[in-house]
Structures are given as C-alpha cells and as structure tokens.
C-alpha cells in the first residue's frame, strides 16, 4: 500500500514537471520526463508484488502495460526525432561549405598525388613496398614554389 502510493506521488509529480516543460515549449524533453513519470504508474498497476496470481485476470494489470507500452512508445519517438534533427543538423552543416566531405569521408583531389604515390616500387612476387625516396613530396613543394 505505502509503496503504490509513493509510485503514485512520483508519478504524479512527474508528469506536472512533463506539464511544465511542454508550457516551456520544450516539447521532447517533456515527453521523454512523461515517459520516464508513467514508469512507476506502470509498475503500480501491473501488480509488481502479486504478479503471478492477479497478471493474467486483472484488467488494471493489463491497464499498467499499456502504460509501460506508451512509456516505451514516447522513449522510441524521441529518439527517433533526436536523430533525425542530428541528421539535419550533419546534412546541413555539409551543404553550408560547397563540396566538404562530411563525417570523415575523403575527397580526391584533382591533380593532386594518390593514396598509392607512396607505394611505387614493387617486388618479383608483385607486391608493394613503399618508396624510400621523397620524390612526390618534392613535386607538391615545387608545385607550391617552396
């Protein structure tokens, strides 16, 4: 009884706090404090201590997880939208520089050396080893007048 009643004050403080953030216009942020509040309510109506004899009968039981069931919903969502607008935010962060590479690609440059100028050489068997000359940073210093 005492701990339904504590799940329950808990609850309810939580959802106000949710109610409060919403008014702040921090719509996701108040979701995510409602789906964390409907936890403890959840957990109250699915009979926690009783859960094997009231379960399968209790429509209060079934109540409690369709709570837990919006909880994990409202969870899911803003995750999702979090995502997206950090996708957004990658996309267009991108799209402010004309042709940057996002998130660690690697654009070829025209003209300049490629990934293999440092493996010039090779042996009998056909296999790369790396050129002990400085050949292609010389032509890049030359090229710059250094």
Do not use: N
């Not at 719509?27 to 004899?53: E, N």
């Not at 109540?63 to 069931?69: D, N, Q």
Request: glycine share 12%; net charge positive; charged share 20%.
């Amino acid at each position: 009884m005492l701990a339904e009643t504590i799940c329950s004050a808990v609850s309810a403080a939580g959802l106000g706090v949710a109610a409060i953030t919403a008014y702040r216009r921090r719509f996701l942020a108040a979701f995510r404090v409602a789906a964390y509040a409907l936890v403890p309510l959840g957990l109250v109506m699915t009979g926690a201590v009783q859960w094997l004899a009231d379960t399968a009968f209790s429509p209060l039981a079934w109540g409690g997880f369709v709570v837990l069931g919006l909880a994990w919903l409202l969870f899911v969502t803003t995750r999702a939208v979090e995502r997206r607008r950090a996708g957004a935010a990658d996309a267009e962060g991108g799209a402010a520089v004309a042709g940057a590479p996002t998130r660690g690609a690697v654009a070829p440059r025209a003209g300049g050396p490629s990934l293999e100028a440092g493996k010039r050489r090779t042996k009998k068997g056909g296999q790369s080893e790396p050129a002990d000359d400085f050949s292609d940073i010389e032509a890049i210093l030359k090229k710059h007048g250094i």
